[in-house]
């Protein structure tokens, strides 16, 4: 079955450094999704991602979209205390919306 | 975008016993779904709630153990039966809206069960 990697599975960042998490399926995918949760909270949906190729920016996040639709990464520049919590990708193969979560990057923000 | 009431946020039940969550949602949805957040691990997807029909369960996840309803397109429970404290996670429900298919998702805030 469809299986979803994601790496780091921690990110210790300096505040203000840029870092980036990959998420990897083992099938080609329909569509991405990724997800921000916070430390006690739900899953909060950040974007989707549908084409081959695909590069959408949110203020300080860079999400791409690979070619072969199999792979994506997340960017953070100039990474915030705000930023701090767990961000999962999540891939579909159908158009149904079931999704296959990653393992999720836990990201700590120092001063 | 949906506005999704869980219930109950948090419950601290005896093994052996059942507890049921309701996902209520402001409107119709295509697609209502139930997740499961082990502690410090990622979601996985126990079923897809069907309206009116026999949820549709994943790979390692019976009816028996998790009873689900969907008498319409705005509501849906999930029964944890006979529970252990292997079974102390987060359950979150997830819905579609009327679009269906590749639109934005949206998850309650989550049920965190603990078996004792």
């Known amino acids: 079955g469809q299986q979803v990697m994601q790496i780091p599975q921690y990110q210790h960042v300096q505040e203000g450094e840029d870092f980036t998490t990959y998420c990897n399926s083992s099938?080609?995918?329909?569509?991405i999704q990724w997800y921000k949760q916070r430390p006690g909270g739900h899953p909060v949906f950040l974007i989707q991602?549908?084409?081959?190729?695909e590069v959408k920016k949110q203020k300080r996040l860079t999400f791409q979209f690979g070619e072969a639709k199999k792979n994506s990464s997340l960017h953070i520049t100039a990474t915030q205390t705000t930023d701090v919590g767990t961000y999962f990708c999540?891939?579909?193969?159908?158009?149904?919306?079931?999704?296959?979560f990653g393992a999720g990057t836990q990201v700590v923000v120092t001063p | 975008s949906a506005v999704i009431s869980q219930k109950p946020s948090r419950d601290i039940c005896q093994r052996g016993t059942s507890l049921t969550i309701q996902c209520q949602v402001d409107s119709q949805v295509t697609m209502m779904f139930w997740y499961r957040q082990q502690p410090g691990q990622s979601l996985t997807l126990i079923a897809t709630?069907?309206?009116?029909?026999?949820?549709?369960?994943e790979s390692g996840f019976v009816i028996d153990k998790f009873p689900i309803s969907r008498p319409n397109l705005t509501f849906s429970t999930l029964t944890v039966s006979n529970m252990s404290p292997e079974d102390s996670s987060i359950y979150l429900c997830r819905v579609l809206g009327p679009g269906g298919g590749n639109t934005e998702a949206f998850f309650g805030q989550g049920t965190r069960l603990t078996v004792v």
């Open positions: 991602l549908v084409k081959s190729g």
């Open positions: 709630a069907n309206q009116g029909s026999e949820a549709t369960y």
């Open positions: 999540a891939g579909s193969s159908d158009s149904w919306g079931k999704l296959q």
């Open positions: 099938t080609t995918l329909s569509n």
